[in-house]
């Protein structure tokens, strides 16, 4: 064998020093996903981009993206969370993708998409990597890393645990929506970007392998997706509003929502209301849905956590 120049074993190197992070196989991803029938269409990994959702977005923007693309980077330098949060992670530590979705039903109700896919990402999640997930309104999962309590709340009560393993944007992008989905797998607890956050190796999962779990994730999105189009998107008749609350940590806490206008409204959140809302019931009695907004939790409360509600605001 022919020996190769310094600076190439050096980029060699580089690229496989760490073997605990292997590279994501593409072929192999889309022979399992992309077939004759099914929602997902086109399977591209990159090597690394500024923001999946920003590249995927431009490329509908320009009719040459179809329903079912999928766009997956090994690594983030500019992935955008709620609020032009930043996200990032090392190379291939972690699951960065988006993907493409044009539902035939009335945009109304596209609302539900966030939240259905964080019920098909915790979903997957859970039954692949066998660790307990939990939802935060409106696209956090969350995890519990054992032996930890987390960091503490606001209002300075003890923390609970639960840590934020993966985030979802939803943004309108052509003739549909592009939906980002990030998720921290193998990340070590020095390499966690803030103190709230965790990874699915912290939290004790059976694998860290991120090929099966990519594919578990888009299985399990496809069959939520097919389920609430099927239904209308009726949030009822599809169970997605009475699966989102069941698996929501929101519910049944004392929170603080800050929203647009800097304002603020500090209640229990009592329910998800038939238009993905967050309800809120406040110390004098009034319950205010929150659309939008950054929610905190601040305690949990000793009351029953509802499974959903389609009470109308007062």
């Known amino acids: 064998m022919t020996p190769q120049p310094p600076e190439n074993r050096d980029k060699d190197a580089g690229r496989w020093s760490d073997l605990g992070r292997p590279p994501l196989n593409a072929t192999a991803l889309r022979r399992a996903l992309v077939r004759p029938g099914a929602l997902w269409t086109a399977l591209d990994v990159v ?5 999946t959702n920003t ?29 032009n949060r930043s996200w990032s992670a090392p ?40 660790i307990d997930t939990a939802l935060k309104w ?11 309590t987390g960091a503490a709340g606001p209002d300075g009560t ?23 989905i990030g998720l921290n797998v193998s990340l070590t607890a020095d390499e966690l970007p803030v103190p709230t956050a965790g ?11 991120r090929d099966p779990l990519l594919r578990a994730v888009l299985r399990s999105l496809e069959e939520w997706y097919a389920t609430w189009q099927s239904a209308v998107g009726d949030p009822g008749a599809s169970r997605l509003q009475e699966t989102y609350a069941a698996g929501c940590a929101t519910l049944g806490r004392s929170v603080r929502a800050e929203l647009p206008g800097d304002t603020a409204l500090t209640g229990e959140a009592v329910a998800i209301d038939g238009d993905g809302r967050l309800v809120l019931a406040t110390a004098n009695g009034v319950r205010h849905p929150v659309g939008a907004g950054d929610i905190i939790h601040l305690r949990a409360t000793a009351s029953r956590r509802p499974e959903g509600d389609d009470s109308p605001a007062p």
């Open 199 to 209: 990874s699915l190796a912290l939290a004790g999962a059976r694998t860290t392998d």
């Open 55 to 83: 590249d995927l977005a431009a490329r509908a923007a320009e009719g040459k993206a179809e329903e079912g693309a999928v766009l997956v980077a090994e690594e983030q330098s500019a992935g955008r969370g709620r609020l």
């Open 158 to 180: 003890p923390g609970t645990g639960e840590r934020k393993v993966g985030g979802i944007l939803a943004e309108r992008a052509g003739s549909g929506v592009v939906i980002g």
């Open 91 to 130: 190379p291939r530590s972690g699951l960065f993708f988006s993907v493409y979705l044009t539902p035939r039903i009335p945009v109304q109700r596209w609302g539900w998409l966030p939240l259905l896919t964080g019920v098909a990402t915790a979903t997957a999640l859970s039954r692949t990597a066998g």
């Open 47 to 51: 090597p690394a981009t500024g923001s």
């Open 138 to 148: 409106p696209n956090d999962i969350l995890v519990s890393c054992p032996g930890d």
